[in-house]
């Protein structure tokens, strides 16, 4: 079912969302995907940890509990209790270190590793 989310993406949007689905996989590669309301969601054990979603002119990274990473990654959009999103434009590279340094923080959030 992951592999037609990316058969189903416009030409211009397949780069990013792969690169950004790369860098997630690498930094948890045990990390569990599902394809619902036409987003690509990771989760750990069953519970969200963050959703690819892919818009017109851009991609977001959305992690579920990104208000607790928000001081150490200000890169982190947003305000709320808990949702934090990370913005990739087409047309620029994305930078895969970086997500999967968010990405391993992430999943080692006490509230995420508790359920491993």
């Given at each position: ?23 997630v996989i690498a930094a948890a590669p045990g990390i569990d995907q599902a ?82």
């Amino acid at each position: 079912m992951v592999a037609n989310f990316f058969d189903s993406l416009p030409s211009g949007q397949v780069a990013t969302a792969v690169a950004i689905h790369g860098a997630v996989i690498a930094a948890a590669p045990g990390i569990d995907q599902a394809v619902r309301w036409g987003n690509l969601m990771f989760l750990v054990r069953g519970h969200h940890l963050a959703t690819l979603v892919l818009h017109k002119g851009q991609a977001h990274l959305q992690f579920v509990q990104g208000a607790v990473l928000a001081e150490q990654f200000p890169q982190l959009e947003g305000v709320g209790k808990g949702m934090r999103i990370l913005k990739f434009r087409y047309s620029q590279p994305v930078d895969a270190d970086f997500v999967s340094r968010i990405t391993a923080t992430a999943v080692r959030l006490p509230s995420v590793a508790e359920r491993r």
